[in-house]
């Protein structure tokens, strides 16, 4: 008996071979996807068994961190307060300081001009005068360095100084006082 095979039946037969391949293929492919779904499955389970207790360890290690960041506030607000207490001390003592050495400064610059005016004008009430202005001076001078040492504004200006001997001046119609048209003075030629 012959085999006659149709071209149906050969399709037929190409079909089912495709099929089974396709299925054995697939069959194989899920049982390797099986085992790496049991690799993972494996490797999440080692990795919280061992991770958990790392995770423990370091919460509990920032809580110990910041309890001792804490106490380190707790000494920082203190060392604050400390400086503070001694900035307040040394305000005191300096301003206590201040005024008598700044007196003193003034007494002297008085009485050194002073005496030096009495001696160049031998009179007493201008000696005295220039005194007086002598040692308001070197005060406001010595108020001044104090501010610009501690870093403040600057203090207002200074008493002038007293006016002890004038030059005489030109008068208006004599020919030095009056500029040229330019408005500067020129060198006589030598």
């Known amino acids: 008996m012959p085999l006659a095979f149709t071209s149906s039946d050969v399709a037929y037969i190409a079909l089912t071979v495709f099929l089974v391949a396709s299925g054995l293929g697939i069959g194989y492919a899920f049982l390797r996807l099986g085992g790496t779904f049991q690799r ?7 990795t919280e068994r061992d991770l958990l207790p790392v995770i423990t360890k370091v919460g509990g290690s920032v809580d110990r961190v910041n309890h001792q960041l804490d106490k380190l506030d707790e000494a920082t607000d203190s060392a604050v307060d400390a400086v503070e207490a001694v900035d307040q001390a040394v305000r005191a003592v300096s301003f206590a300081v201040k005024t008598p050495v700044k007196k003193s400064a ?15 004008r031998r009179g007493w009430g201008a000696a005295k005068k220039t005194a007086k202005e002598a040692a308001a001076r070197r005060e406001a001078d010595l108020e001044e360095e104090l501010r610009s040492a501690r870093g403040t504004h600057p203090a207002p200006p200074p008493v002038s100084p007293p006016v002890t001997a004038t030059a005489p001046r030109p008068s208006p119609e004599s020919p030095s006082a009056i500029p040229p048209e330019g408005g500067i003075f020129e060198r006589p030629p030598i």
């Open 40 to 46: 993972l499955s494996s490797l999440i389970g080692g």
């Open 106 to 120: 003034g007494a002297a610059a008085g009485v050194s001009h002073g005496f030096a005016a009495l001696r160049a």
